[in-house]
DNA sequence: GAAAAACAGTGACAATTGTTACATTACTTT
DNA sequence: AAAGTAATGTAACAATTGTCACTGTTTTTC
């Protein structure tokens, strides 16, 4: 199990990651299982060794709104800011693709940033990127219209999968943006008579 | 001076308080300065003992987007979490009454994370709440209309200032929502008919 | 105290987004 | 191959938000 941490979490100390394997236990889950809810307590600091998770933020009346995706190598913000005062989760995640996790306790969580400099970094870096990026999300609702907000999330995905090819149906996209499938079906529409995008079924393909 | 800071922070432990009160300057500025812009290198973490400061966000054109308020006994979790590694500022805060900062060093904040348990803790509690601030902020685009966003940012505001009587113009509203003063004016007009408010000249009367 | 500036109210209209309703196309299943 | 289902296209209309133009009022400035 040694090598594997090391490989995905470069940064980790040799033991830090020889306390990561002693502590730390590993999950798998499958697509489409949510791993955590809203209103739901913290348990465990969540790394992610493989596979792809979806966090987005849900409204009373089932409504999501996408933020970011986790990926091999991160860790999961929220569930280090809650850990520490074992507060409830105010995010949702669901498994995108099927998944390996490494669950690591409450208590060593905070004990570690005494110990180890590098889990230390580690836990500062992944706040600051995940505070950027949220940053970006409420630029990006708060200044921009529909069309431009499409644009900016078809990028992103294209960034993380990174491929030009996204599998997605209209209807996936109007629910992680918050809005109607026909309004999407009609600005991806748009876009490719621009020439941005070509659309197929369950397939859009970012030319530029 | 140290009284004070134990006043004003009082999680701070003894010895932590005496090496801020050592280490750290005291800056005072005057309502309408801008004490951080975006793109800016962040050089201080900022810890307000009187005063109030509005953080918020920038795009290209000139536009406004309100985050929240800093008042005394918080700090910028921008600046912490820039600080570690001498990042930008990805925000804009402005003095809106004339605040007394302390001013942490760079290195110092890193520092003392690893002796004074209480800092740990004020820093990772800094992070938590605004963090948790930010998603709220986020629901509030995502998931509202116009109409329900200007009473949230109304009781938002009425909470920070402790009162219900609003000191704000129409226009100041408008720019901190990313709207137009025609908007709120008419919204304004609609809450005062259902009896939400009263309106008067750079006042508004919250009634529930 | 007159002029200027800031603030607020309002009607008309444009643009964007949301909703309804139904047609069409492309895969899947049997 | 026929039927069924999911995905997409699209027209028409409603609702919300943005913009323009102009009015009147209050406060500030000179």
């Known amino acids: 199990m040694l090598d594997p941490i090391k490989k995905i979490f470069p940064s980790f100390s040799t033991e830090l990651v020889k306390d990561v394997d002693a502590n730390a ?8 299982d949510i791993i955590m809810r809203t209103g739901q307590y913290i348990k465990n600091t969540v790394l992610v060794i493989s596979g792809k998770i979806k966090v987005y933020r849900e409204d009373e009346n089932g409504g ?3 933020m970011y995706y986790l990926q091999p190598g991160q860790a999961c913000a929220i569930s280090m800011i809650c850990a520490t005062k074992n507060e409830k989760s105010q995010i949702m995640a669901k498994v995108v693709e099927d998944v390996e996790l490494i669950m690591v306790p409450l208590p060593l969580m905070d004990k570690w940033m005494m110990q180890h400099r590098s889990w230390y970094e580690f836990v500062i870096d992944t706040y600051r990127s995940r505070f950027e990026e949220v940053l970006e999300v409420i630029d990006s609702i708060a200044f921009r219209a529909m069309d431009e907000r499409l644009e900016f999330y078809l990028k992103r995905h294209a960034d993380v999968c990174g491929c030009k090819e996204l599998k997605l149906s209209h209807q996936e996209i109007a629910s992680e943006l918050n809005t109607s499938r026909e309004v999407i079906s009609r600005l991806l529409k748009k876009m490719e008579q621009r020439g941005i995008v070509s659309l197929h079924r369950n ?3 970012l030319l530029k």
């Open 25 to 32: 236990s590993i999950q798998s889950f499958k697509a489409g």
């Open 64 to 66: 999501e709104f996408f």
């Open 203 to 205: 397939n859009i393909e």
